[in-house]
C-alpha cells in the first residue's frame, strides 16, 4: 500500500495519474484547435496565401524564359561587345515564330519593361517573320526591322536570363540591372519611388507628430476629468471613427476647397482679400490636414487608455512637495504616459504610411504616397511585379514596426471602441 | 472639475488656456462631420453655404438632392448633375454584401475566440498574429494580393469575391472583441451547466452565449461597419456592377461632385452615431454582466 502510493497515483480505472492527465489535456488542446481551424485555414487560404504569393509574384521572372528558353540559353554566351552572332538570331527567329501570341505579348511587355520599342518590335517580327523562310537569319531580320540591328536592344534582355530576379525590386528604389546585371541606377526622368518613398515617410511622421500635438492634451483632459464627463466628451472621439472615411474626406474637400468654408471665413473675416484665397487641397497640406483628423482618435485611444491608469494622487504628492506644475507634469506625469505616447505613435504611424484614399482624393499632384504607385501599377500600367515589389517593400516596413509595436504594447492589447 | 483656491492667476490662465486647447481639438475632430449635414439640404448646387442660407431663407434649403439619391428625378429640374438610380444600386449593394460578410466573419471569429480563450490552446501568439493580420495589413497591399489571386480563380467581379475578401477584414474585429469578453469569463458556469446535465449545445447556447452576445454583437457591427466603408478592395475586385456607396462616392468626388454625395454623406453619419450608441450601451452591459462594473 505504502510501497505503491509512493511509485504512482492511480485513477479510479486505474491508470496512472499523470497519464490520465496528459491524455485528457491532449484532448482539450485539440478541441481548442478544432474550434480555431475554421477561422485560421480562411485566412490563410483567402489572405495569407495570396499575399505571400503576391511577394513570390515580384521576384517572378519565369514566364519569359519559358517563351525564349533556348535564346537565353545561347545569349548567355554572348559577349555583349558587337551584335549578337548568327545563333542567336536564329533561335529568337524561331522561338519568336513557335511562340502562342498571348506568350509572345506577354513576354513582350515584360521586355519592354527594361527597354521600351521591345513591344512594338515584336509584333512586328512576328508578322513580318513569316515571309523569311530559310538562314542564315541576321541579314533578315534588320532588314525586316532595323531595331534587331540595334545593340542596345539586345542589351536590354540581359537582366531577364534568370527565372529569379531582384530588378522589381531594384525598380521600387530607383535602381536597374544593366546588361551585365551590374545595380546601376535608373536615368534620372525615370526616377519616381525614391521621392514617393521620402514623402510617405514626411507625410507619416508629420500626421504622428500633429495626431500627438492634439491628442495629448485631450487625451489628458479625458482621463483626469470625472468620469461621466469624460464619458460624454468622449463621443467627440469616437463618433469620427466610426464614420466613414469618404464621409470624413468629402468634409474636407468641402472645408478646404478655394470657394470653400475655410476660405470663404476668412475673406468675409477680412484675413485676406477674395483674390488670393488659400490652395489648401488637392496638395500635401490638403493630405495633411485631412489625414490628421481621420487619424486622430487612434491616438487620443491608446493615451487615454495608459493616462487612466496613473493614479492621480502622484501629481497631487509632487505638487504638494513643493514643485511647479509644469515641472511635476514634466518629471512626474510624462514619463508614466510614454506607453501610451509610443502605443499612438506606432498605430498611427503604420496606419498613415499604407494610406491610399485619402491622398487620393485630396492629394492632388504631390500629396500621393506610395499606395497611389501600388494601385497604378496593379489597374493603370499593368506592371504587376513592380506593384508587387512596391508592396513587399511596404509590408516589411509594417512587419518590422509592428514586431517593435508588439515588444512595447503587445497585439493582443489592442482595444476597440 | 473646478480649480482649488489657492491657484495663481498664472495657473488659472494656464488652466483655461488648455481647456479652450482642448476645446479647439474637439471642435477639429467634429465639426467637419456635421458642417455636411446643413449643406446637403442646399438649393443650389454648389458645395458652400448661399447667403439665402446664411439668411435661414428657406427657398434657400430644398430636399432635391435627397429625392436625386433616392432616384427620383423631377423632369423641371436644372439639369446641371447626372440623376441615376446608381445610389439606390449602391446601397442594396452595401448592404447584401455587408450583411453577409457579417454572418460569415461573426461565426468564424466568435467559434475561433472560443477556442483561443482555451487555457490549452497551443501556438496562441503565432495563431493570433495569423487571425489579426488582415487588420494590420494595409488595405492597398491586401487588395493587391487579392486581386492577383482572385484573378486565377475567377472572383474577379463577382459578389462572392468581394463578401469573402470582406469577411477575411471583418474577422479580426470580431476575434478582438469576443476574446475582449471572455477574459476573465468564469468556466466554473460550464463546469455547472455540464453537472446539471446540460450536454454542449445546450451549454453553449443557454450558458456561454448570453453572456458573451454584447462582444459578439459588437464584433459583428464592427464587421458591418468594415464593410459597408470598404472601398479599396471593391475599387480592385468589383466590376462594374457591384457598386456599393462607398465607390460610388469614391467616383462622385473624382467625377461630377454633385451634393447628392454630401446626402449619402449625411445619411452615414446618422447610421454612425446608431451604431456608435449600440456598442456603448453593449459595452456597459457587457461590463455589468460580467460584475467589473455595477
Same mark, same amino acid.
Given at each position: 500500500?505504502?510501497?505503491?502510493?509512493?511509485?504512482? #497515483?492511480?485513477?479510479?480505472?486505474?491508470?496512472?495519474?499523470?497519464?490520465?492527465?496528459?491524455?485528457?489535456?491532449?484532448?482539450?488542446?485539440?478541441?481548442?484547435?478544432?474550434?480555431?481551424?475554421?477561422?485560421? /485555414?480562411?485566412? #490563410?487560404?483567402?489572405?495569407?496565401?495570396?499575399?505571400?504569393?503576391?511577394?513570390?509574384?515580384?521576384?517572378?521572372?519565369?514566364?519569359?524564359?519559358?517563351?525564349?528558353?533556348?535564346?537565353?540559353?545561347?545569349?548567355?554566351?554572348?559577349?555583349?561587345?558587337?551584335?549578337? !552572332?548568327?545563333?542567336?538570331?536564329?533561335?529568337?527567329?524561331?522561338?519568336?515564330?513557335?511562340?502562342?501570341?498571348?506568350?509572345?505579348?506577354?513576354?513582350?511587355?515584360?521586355?519592354?519593361?527594361?527597354?521600351?520599342?521591345?513591344?512594338s518590335l515584336l509584333k512586328k517580327s512576328k508578322r513580318k517573320f513569316k515571309k523569311i523562310k530559310e538562314g542564315p537569319y541576321k541579314e533578315q531580320m534588320i532588314k525586316a526591322d532595323k531595331r534587331w540591328g540595334q545593340i542596345e536592344f539586345w542589351k536590354a534582355l540581359g537582366e531577364m536570363v534568370d527565372p529569379i530576379t531582384f530588378g522589381y525590386y531594384l525598380n521600387a528604389v530607383d535602381l536597374k540591372y544593366d546588361s551585365d546585371k551590374n545595380v546601376i541606377q535608373q536615368p534620372e526622368n525615370r526616377r519616381v &519611388?525614391?521621392?514617393?518613398?521620402?514623402?510617405?515617410?514626411?507625410?507619416?511622421?508629420?500626421?504622428?507628430?500633429?495626431?500627438?500635438?492634439?491628442?495629448? !492634451?485631450?487625451? &489628458?483632459?479625458?482621463?483626469?476629468?470625472?468620469?461621466?464627463?469624460?464619458?460624454? /466628451?468622449?463621443?467627440?472621439?469616437?463618433?469620427?471613427?466610426?464614420?466613414?472615411?469618404?464621409?470624413?474626406?468629402?468634409?474636407?474637400?468641402?472645408?478646404?476647397?478655394?470657394?470653400?468654408?475655410?476660405?470663404?471665413?476668412?475673406?468675409?473675416?477680412?484675413?485676406?482679400?477674395?483674390?488670393?484665397?488659400?490652395?489648401?487641397?488637392?496638395?500635401?497640406?490638403?493630405?495633411?490636414?485631412a489625414m490628421t483628423q481621420i487619424l486622430l482618435p487612434f491616438m487620443v485611444l491608446p493615451l487615454y487608455s495608459v493616462m487612466k491608469t496613473i493614479p492621480p494622487t502622484y501629481m497631487r504628492a509632487a505638487l504638494n512637495l513643493g514643485a511647479k506644475p509644469m515641472h511635476a507634469f514634466y518629471r512626474v506625469y510624462f514619463p508614466q504616459s510614454v506607453p501610451g505616447i509610443s502605443a499612438g505613435g506606432l498605430l498611427v504611424f503604420v496606419l498613415a504610411i499604407g494610406y491610399f484614399i485619402t491622398p487620393a482624393l485630396v492629394g492632388g499632384k504631390d500629396g500621393q504616397l506610395i499606395g497611389h504607385w501600388i494601385a497604378y501599377h496593379l489597374k493603370t500600367s499593368l506592371n504587376w511585379g513592380l506593384c508587387s515589389a512596391l508592396g513587399g517593400i511596404l509590408l516589411v516596413v509594417m512587419l518590422v514596426l509592428y514586431w517593435v509595436y508588439n515588444k512595447v504594447v503587445g497585439i493582443e492589447n489592442i482595444k476597440l471602441g | 472639475m473646478a480649480l482649488p483656491t489657492y491657484t495663481t492667476t498664472g495657473q488659472k490662465i494656464g488652466y483655461y488656456g488648455f481647456l479652450a486647447y482642448c476645446a479647439m481639438v474637439f471642435f477639429f475632430l467634429i465639426a467637419p462631420i456635421f458642417i455636411i449635414v446643413p449643406l446637403s439640404f442646399n438649393q443650389s448646387p454648389f458645395f458652400g453655404f448661399t447667403e439665402g442660407m446664411l439668411r435661414l431663407d428657406p427657398d434657400a434649403f430644398s430636399l432635391r438632392w435627397y429625392e436625386q439619391m433616392l432616384g427620383i428625378c423631377r423632369e423641371d429640374a436644372i439639369i446641371t448633375t447626372v440623376c441615376t438610380n446608381k445610389w439606390m444600386l449602391g446601397t442594396v449593394n452595401s448592404f447584401i454584401i455587408g450583411i453577409s460578410a457579417t454572418i460569415l466573419a461573426t461565426t468564424l471569429g466568435t467559434v475561433a475566440a472560443l477556442g483561443?480563450?482555451?487555457?490549452?490552446?497551443?501556438?496562441?501568439?503565432?495563431?493570433?498574429?495569423?487571425?489579426?493580420?488582415?487588420?494590420?495589413?494595409?488595405?492597398?497591399?491586401?487588395?493587391?494580393?487579392?486581386?492577383?489571386?482572385?484573378?486565377?480563380?475567377?472572383?474577379?467581379?463577382?459578389?462572392?469575391?468581394?463578401?469573402?475578401?470582406?469577411?477575411?477584414?471583418?474577422?479580426?474585429?470580431?476575434?478582438?472583441?469576443?476574446?475582449?469578453?471572455?477574459?476573465?469569463?468564469?468556466?466554473?458556469?460550464?463546469?455547472?451547466? +455540464?453537472?446539471?446535465?446540460?450536454? $454542449?449545445?445546450?451549454?453553449?447556447?443557454?450558458?456561454?452565449?448570453?453572456?458573451?452576445?454584447?462582444?459578439?454583437? *459588437?464584433?459583428?457591427?464592427?464587421?458591418?461597419?468594415? *464593410?459597408?466603408?470598404?472601398?479599396?478592395?471593391?475599387?480592385?475586385?468589383?466590376?462594374?456592377? $457591384?457598386?456599393?456607396?462607398?465607390? $460610388?462616392?469614391?467616383?462622385?468626388?473624382? +467625377?461630377?461632385? *454633385?451634393?447628392?454625395?454630401?446626402?449619402?454623406?449625411?445619411?452615414?453619419?446618422?447610421? *454612425?452615431?446608431?451604431?456608435?450608441?449600440?456598442?456603448?450601451?453593449?459595452?456597459?452591459?457587457?461590463?455589468?454582466?460580467?460584475g467589473i462594473r455595477r
Open positions: 500500500m505504502n510501497q505503491s502510493a509512493k511509485s504512482e #497515483i492511480l485513477t479510479t480505472d486505474g491508470i496512472p495519474l499523470k497519464i490520465s492527465l496528459k491524455r485528457a489535456e491532449r484532448l482539450n488542446k485539440i478541441r481548442a484547435f478544432a474550434l480555431v481551424l475554421p477561422l485560421a /485555414l480562411f485566412i #490563410i487560404i483567402t489572405f495569407a496565401f495570396p499575399i505571400l504569393s503576391m511577394l513570390l509574384r515580384s521576384v517572378d521572372d519565369k514566364q519569359i524564359n519559358t517563351v525564349f528558353p533556348k535564346t537565353f540559353e545561347v545569349y548567355k554566351q554572348w559577349d555583349r561587345k558587337d551584335l549578337p !552572332p548568327e545563333e542567336l538570331y536564329a533561335s529568337m527567329f524561331h522561338e519568336i515564330l513557335s511562340a502562342e501570341k498571348l506568350q509572345i505579348g506577354k513576354a513582350s511587355t515584360r521586355m519592354n519593361y527594361s527597354k521600351s520599342g521591345w513591344k &519611388y525614391n521621392s514617393t518613398w521620402i514623402k510617405t515617410l514626411k507625410v507619416s511622421v508629420l500626421v504622428t507628430l500633429f495626431t500627438l500635438l492634439l491628442g495629448y !492634451p485631450v487625451a &489628458y483632459l479625458l482621463a483626469t476629468l470625472p468620469l461621466k464627463l469624460s464619458n460624454l /466628451l468622449m463621443i467627440f472621439v469616437l463618433l469620427p471613427f466610426w464614420t466613414s472615411l469618404l464621409v470624413r474626406t468629402v468634409s474636407w474637400i468641402v472645408i478646404l476647397m478655394q470657394k470653400g468654408i475655410f476660405n470663404s471665413i476668412l475673406v468675409w473675416g477680412g484675413v485676406i482679400a477674395d483674390e488670393n484665397r488659400m490652395q489648401l487641397i488637392y496638395n500635401q497640406t490638403g493630405t495633411l490636414i | 483561443l480563450s482555451r487555457p490549452h490552446m497551443p501556438f496562441k501568439g503565432a495563431i493570433m498574429a495569423l487571425l489579426i493580420s488582415p487588420m494590420i495589413v494595409p488595405l492597398i497591399i491586401t487588395a493587391a494580393g487579392v486581386f492577383f489571386f482572385y484573378a486565377k480563380m475567377g472572383l474577379i467581379g463577382t459578389y462572392t469575391g468581394l463578401i469573402l475578401a470582406h469577411t477575411a477584414l471583418g474577422t479580426p474585429f470580431v476575434v478582438i472583441t469576443v476574446t475582449a469578453t471572455l477574459t476573465g469569463f468564469d468556466t466554473n458556469l460550464i463546469r455547472a451547466s +455540464q453537472s446539471l446535465g446540460g450536454d $454542449q449545445i445546450r451549454t453553449f447556447f443557454k450558458v456561454i452565449m448570453p453572456l458573451i452576445l454584447p462582444g459578439v454583437i *459588437s464584433g459583428a457591427l464592427f464587421a458591418f461597419i468594415t *464593410s459597408f466603408d470598404e472601398v479599396v478592395v471593391v475599387l480592385f475586385l468589383g466590376s462594374v456592377e $457591384q457598386v456599393t456607396i462607398p465607390r $460610388q462616392m469614391w467616383a462622385g468626388i473624382r +467625377q461630377e461632385i *454633385s451634393p447628392v454625395i454630401l446626402c449619402m454623406a449625411t445619411c452615414l453619419v446618422i447610421l *454612425s452615431i446608431f451604431l456608435l450608441t449600440t456598442v456603448e450601451l453593449l459595452r456597459r452591459r457587457s461590463e455589468r454582466l460580467r
